[in-house]
């Protein structure tokens, strides 16, 4: 089955603990994304990769870290995390140029941060 | 000013009813429009792109009006199954690979 997964699904942690958000999807797509949703703000996109080794900032980046090493992963990973990164985490994948394409997105990892 | 502004709703509709929503964006290049559905807190999935020319699916009517700079979504004979929040997303001209999502618009269905 065609599918994003994101673990875990729930995490709450405290504030200082280094913590990784795994992503990984099936259908061998090239671009990759990831976005936060908050209420009254929608989702807002954090980092975007376009291939393995390319990645990008999106529109709130700070306090957050990616990387992609193989095609099919892209872990988030938030290395001093604050309460102001508690949020619902969204992971998404689209074949070819982003734009164009539907993205698929994993089922969301809420995180809270205390 | 926020790129893609949606009204948040809740548009409460009887079943069967036709119900619209607009959404509004700020940055006269953009370039692809879509719009995506999220059932409580899941997952959003693309509902529909939106073409320039207007685009029909089913009971689903998108359209595009670059001049006053927003997107509609008209849904006609609303079913119960249509509750949902409705994104907006909108990509700009300069980076096909930057998305930004209205905050959405609550519709409940109602019997």
């Known amino acids: 089955e065609a599918q994003v997964t994101q673990n875990p699904r729930y995490l709450i942690t405290v504030t200082g603990k280094k913590l990784t958000v795994t992503c990984s999807q099936n259908?061998?797509?090239?671009?990759m994304s990831w976005y936060r949703q908050d209420p009254g703000l929608g989702l807002r996109q954090i980092y975007y990769?376009?291939?393995?080794?390319?990645?990008d900032k999106g529109d709130v980046p700070e306090g957050y870290k990616v990387s992609r090493k193989e095609k099919r992963n892209f872990p988030l990973i938030l290395e001093s995390p604050s309460p102001n990164q508690t949020s619902l985490y969204f992971c998404a994948s689209s074949s070819g140029l982003a734009g164009g394409n539907e993205q698929f997105f994993g089922p969301g990892t809420r995180l809270t941060v205390l | 000013r926020k790129e893609v502004e949606q009204d948040p709703g809740p548009f409460n509709v009887p079943e069967g009813a036709t119900v619209a929503f607009n959404c509004t964006y700020s940055n006269s290049a953009s370039q692809s429009f879509f719009w995506y559905r999220q059932d409580c807190r899941k997952e959003p999935k693309l509902l529909m792109s939106?073409?320039?020319s207007g685009n029909e699916d089913g009971r689903f009517t998108a359209q595009l009006n670059r001049a006053s700079q927003y997107i509609s979504l008209l849904i006609r004979d609303s079913k119960l199954s249509d509750s949902a929040t409705y994104l907006c997303v909108v990509i700009p001209i300069y980076n096909f690979n930057k998305f930004y999502f209205g905050s959405g618009t609550k519709l409940n269905v109602k019997p």
């Open positions: 259908m061998n797509h090239e671009y």
């Open positions: 990769s376009m291939n393995v080794e390319v990645t």
């Open positions: 939106v073409y320039s």
